[in-house]
């Protein structure tokens, strides 16, 4: 009687054992039309096990599914529905601006150190700009 006692103990502590997963917030691509494809997502998504709340944005074509869920099986399932959807496009920055220090904090209100201004440098074509409108030109223009 006490080896079930303590096997069914054990058994409690391996399912308390399993990890919990992440809260994430997916967000999705998908194409809807109408109420009716609004109102299928929405419905499809609701049901996941581990999704809090579902909030679609149809002017964007955005679904924004918040839970304990993992973002591929969200995609799996709004797939399901027939729909186009992927997750939703993120462009990565690679090099963040950063702005030259023009304003000291130590400075008086007002005060700008002076910086030398970026001048862009000249194309090279003006030679060519001469000979557009020439009669020897080929290929230049023969409105004039």
Not at 63 to 84: D, N
Not at 111 to 126: K, M
Request: charged residues 30%; hydrophobic residues 35%; contains cysteine.
């Amino acid at each position: 009687m006490g080896a079930v006692v303590s096997a069914l103990a054990g058994a409690s502590r391996e399912r308390q054992s399993r990890k919990r997963k992440q809260f994430h917030s997916v967000e999705l691509k998908v194409r809807m039309d109408c109420d009716g494809c609004e109102l299928k997502v929405r419905n499809t998504l609701a049901r996941m096990r581990g999704v809090e709340s579902v909030e679609i944005n149809r002017k964007q074509q955005k679904v924004t599914v918040q839970g304990f869920v993992e973002p591929q099986r969200v995609l799996r399932r709004a797939l399901s529905t027939g729909k186009r959807a992927e997750l939703w496009p993120y462009v990565p920055y690679t090099n963040p601006y950063v702005a030259p220090p023009v304003y000291d904090k130590r400075a008086p209100a007002g005060h700008v150190r002076r910086v030398d201004a970026l001048i862009a440098p000249a194309a090279g074509r003006e030679e060519d700009l001469a000979t557009i409108f020439s009669d020897d030109n080929l290929n230049g223009c023969s409105v004039m």
